[in-house]
């Protein structure tokens, strides 16, 4: 089964809006919107159900800084 991560963060240096999703599984990887690269840590459960944490980085679109995000 594939696992989502919707991506919505602010670039740290312009503070533009970087919005992105991939669908992940085994062997498998689709990115949609902005490219970026992503590491699982693990899955946390929450009252509203698991999701994935992750280490995110992403070039912003914008200015072309080269972000990094703990999700």
Known sequence: ?????K???????????????AKYGAGHYVAEGVDFEFVALGKIETPKGRRVKAEISAVCPNCGVRNKWII
Do not use: Q, T
């Open 1 to 5: 089964m594939a696992e989502v991560i």
């Open 7 to 21: 991506l919505r963060v602010r670039c740290h240096a312009c503070s533009a809006m970087i919005e992105g999703s």
